[in-house]
């Protein structure tokens, strides 16, 4: 296990922990020490925060922040918008109600929100958060352009 912290560049616990995770394919415990084979490597994820599972009754939560965040439109009819719903949250949410909102539809919505953006729904500032936050982009890299709007 020393040796294959050292061959990876990272600590034993960090081992410890692939391992725990299953992560190391072919890795095996013989009573309290892991045999790791000499040509194993360890499982990459996809950069981001892991995806948690969407609640199953979100439906009070989406109501109180139809109420709160898309004040113009009756809760009923906003809730038919998730689109515009999730944009406004994440546009001008508390931290609090963008964390429950995440919770509540999942990550992939929340994705797929910044890929269907009208222009003028996000600020250049919420923009960027959520690429970085959804893990679309990473520390340093170029964050895409704000959807524009185009006058014929």
Not at 84 to 110: F, H, I, K, P, T
Request: net charge positive.
């Amino acid at each position: 296990m020393s040796q294959f912290a050292a061959r990876h560049g990272v600590s034993r616990i960090r081992v410890l922990q692939w391992l725990a995770q299953k992560r190391i394919p072919g890795a095996r415990k013989i009573g309290h020490y892991w045999t790791v084979p000499a040509s194993a490597r360890p499982a990459r994820r996809r950069p981001g925060r892991p995806r948690k599972a969407p609640e199953r009754d979100a439906a009070p939560l989406l109501r109180r922040l139809a109420r709160k965040y898309v004040w113009w439109l009756p809760p009923g009819q906003a809730l038919r918008r998730p689109g515009l719903l999730a944009s406004q949250v994440m546009e001008m949410g508390e931290y609090d109600d963008a964390c429950a909102l995440e919770n509540a539809l999942g990550r992939e919505a929340l994705i797929e929100t910044l890929r269907r953006a009208q222009p003028g729904r996000f600020s250049e500032a919420s923009w960027r958060f959520w690429h970085y936050r959804l893990g679309l982009a990473r520390a340093g890299a170029r964050v895409p352009a704000l959807p524009r709007r185009r006058v014929p």
